[in-house]
């Protein structure tokens, strides 16, 4: 069912490419079928209409995240290009679950949830897209009215042993790892939406390339012109390895404060800031190569590279007085060993002494006990910059002071 389409490696860029193409192509892995998108932009501009560039998003968590700014911000260079961004808000296919990436079936949420998130999605695409030159969909608008007879002629149209082509569902397959049939449906009901919505071009990630190529075969099934798809690498997270996610705690959020966002940036692993600065700082592209360049030759020293990083990704998403002001409590806290002007309070009781470890738990949000304590021994918490050695201290010794856990974590005792 998938089509055999050859690969154009973007990176990898065509000869003599115009340069209204280029931003469109930029960070693109996957631009199939080959030419076909230079084409499909052809006929659109002697048609006089825009390209209709689908993206859908599944309205399964409140936060959007640097991880899907990269797809949002071609949505934009599209958008910005004179083309139609179609954003498909997936609140049926988020009661089914996207099989992506996952292990395990994913817990089907509630239509008051889809609807909560919907809105905490499109609050927060607008730092990113223009909301008032979009058209905005739900797939329950098509999906909800198929009935059990479309679901039926949906479910003809592919085989299981197509379906578990997908990487994901092999895996689970091979592991007898349990897979519903609703989730073998997913990528049947993702690719529907291209022909509901005559989709010319379907961006994602790379873990959608073969949910894409499926919404291609579906319009050839339904007698329209396939789509076209493009891929985007997935941006690692913040530990540097696994793709950014909230669910790994390793991501950052795109209306997470100035001073949070220049920090977490900040505490990336050298080797993923080529990828960031590419996928994430929004600088163009020329700065981009040439700060990747450099950061490669030598020429340019890690920690100098990641405070411009930082800096962008900061203002982006903020201003540049905020970046600035992100910039210079960073510098204080860090290079200069001072404590945050508006460390928040935390009231003591009344008993004499108090556990070390118990306070870490109640207001530094470490896990357990056990796991301060390894803090604890390991020299990560401090009592007014002074490593804490003990478990137990006077309530006296503490209160008024500010304790800390590792690089960005305070909290000020006071008495309750």
Same mark, same amino acid.
């Given at each position: 069912?998938?089509?055999?389409?050859?690969?154009?490696?973007?990176?990898?860029?065509?000869?003599?490419?115009?340069?209204?193409?280029?931003?469109?192509?930029?960070?693109?892995?996957?631009?199939? $079928?080959?030419?076909? %998108?230079?084409?499909?932009?052809?006929?659109?501009?002697?048609?006089?209409? =825009?390209?209709?560039?689908?993206?859908?998003?599944?309205?399964?968590?409140?936060?959007?995240?640097?991880?899907?700014?990269?797809?949002?911000?071609?949505?934009?260079?599209? /958008?910005?290009?004179?083309?139609?961004?179609?954003?498909?808000?997936?609140?049926?296919?988020?009661?089914?679950?996207? $099989?992506?990436?996952?292990?395990?079936?994913?817990?089907?949420?509630?239509?008051?949830?889809?609807?909560?998130?919907?809105?905490?999605?499109?609050?927060? #695409?607008?730092?990113? %897209?223009?909301?008032?030159?979009?058209?905005?969909?739900?797939?329950?608008?098509?999906?909800?009215?198929?009935?059990?007879?479309?679901?039926?002629?949906?479910?003809?149209?592919?085989? !299981?042993?197509?379906?578990?082509?997908?990487?994901? #569902?092999? *895996?689970?397959?091979?592991?007898?790892?349990?897979?519903?049939?609703?989730?073998?449906?997913?990528?049947?009901?993702?690719?529907?939406?291209?022909?509901?919505?005559?989709?010319?071009?379907?961006?994602?990630?790379?873990?959608?390339?073969?949910? !894409?190529?499926?919404?291609?075969?579906?319009?050839?099934?339904?007698?329209? =012109?396939?789509?076209?798809?493009?891929?985007?690498?997935?941006?690692?997270?913040?530990?540097?390895? /696994?793709?950014?996610? /909230?669910? !790994?705690?390793?991501?950052?959020?795109?209306?997470?404060? $100035?001073?949070?966002?220049?920090? *977490?940036?900040?505490?990336?692993?050298?080797?993923?800031?080529?990828?960031? #600065?590419?996928?994430?700082?929004?600088? =163009?592209?020329?700065?981009?190569?040439?700060?990747?360049?450099? %950061? &490669?030759?030598?020429?340019?020293?890690?920690?100098?590279?990641?405070?411009?990083?930082?800096?962008?990704?900061?203002?982006? #998403?903020?201003?540049?007085?905020?970046?600035?002001?992100?910039?210079?409590?960073?510098?204080?806290?860090?290079?200069?060993?001072?404590? =945050?002007?508006?460390?928040?309070?935390? &009231?003591?009781?009344?008993?004499?002494?108090?556990?070390?470890? &118990?306070?870490?738990?109640?207001?530094?949000?470490? &896990?357990?006990?056990?796991?301060?304590?390894?803090?604890?021994?390991?020299?990560?918490?401090?009592?007014?910059?002074?490593?804490?050695?003990?478990?137990?201290?006077?309530?006296?010794?503490?209160?008024?002071?500010?304790?800390?856990?590792?690089?960005?974590?305070?909290?000020?005792?006071?008495?309750?």
């Amino acid at each position: 069912m998938v089509s055999r389409v050859r690969t154009a490696r973007a990176g990898i860029l065509p000869d003599g490419m115009s340069d209204h193409l280029r931003p469109l192509l930029r960070n693109a892995v996957d631009v199939l $079928p080959e030419g076909a %998108l230079e084409r499909r932009l052809a006929e659109a501009e002697a048609a006089g209409r =825009p390209l209709r560039v689908k993206l859908g998003v599944d309205p399964t968590a409140g936060s959007v995240t640097l991880g899907w700014s990269v797809v949002l911000s071609k949505l934009r260079a599209f /958008q910005d290009a004179g083309h139609l961004p179609v954003l498909i808000i997936g609140d049926f296919t988020a009661r089914v679950g996207d $099989p992506s990436g996952k292990s395990k079936t994913r817990p089907m949420l509630t239509p008051e949830q889809i609807a909560a998130n919907e809105a905490d999605y499109l609050r927060q #695409f607008a730092k990113i %897209l223009d909301l008032e030159r979009i058209e905005l969909r739900h797939n329950s608008e098509w999906l909800g009215e198929l009935g059990a007879n479309g679901m039926l002629e949906l479910a003809s149209r592919s085989t !299981l042993a197509q379906i578990l082509e997908r990487d994901d #569902f092999a *895996k689970r397959y091979a592991a007898h790892a349990p897979i519903s049939l609703q989730e073998l449906m997913y990528p049947l009901l993702q690719g529907y939406d291209s022909v509901a919505i005559d989709a010319d071009l379907e961006i994602g990630g790379t873990d959608q390339k073969f949910n !894409l190529l499926v919404g291609r075969d579906l319009q050839e099934q339904w007698g329209k =012109p396939p789509q076209s798809i493009m891929t985007h690498e997935l941006l690692v997270g913040t530990d540097g390895t /696994q793709k950014m996610s /909230q669910s !790994l705690g390793n991501y950052i959020g795109v209306e997470d404060e $100035p001073a949070d966002m220049y920090g *977490k940036t900040m505490s990336i692993p050298d080797e993923a800031m080529p990828m960031w #600065f590419r996928l994430a700082s929004g600088l =163009p592209e020329d700065d981009v190569e040439a700060r990747v360049a450099a %950061l &490669a030759a030598g020429e340019l020293e890690p920690v100098e590279a990641k405070r411009a990083l930082a800096w962008a990704i900061t203002a982006r #998403f903020h201003d540049d007085a905020a970046a600035e002001d992100a910039a210079d409590a960073f510098r204080q806290q860090f290079a200069e060993h001072r404590v =945050p002007d508006d460390v928040r309070e935390a &009231a003591i009781g009344p008993e004499p002494m108090v556990h070390v470890p &118990a306070l870490l738990v109640d207001h530094l949000g470490v &896990a357990s006990r056990g796991e301060a304590r390894r803090l604890i021994a390991g020299g990560a918490v401090r009592l007014d910059g002074e490593a804490v050695e003990e478990l137990d201290l006077p309530r006296d010794a503490v209160i008024g002071r500010v304790l800390q856990r590792g690089r960005r974590d305070f909290v000020r005792l006071v008495a309750g």
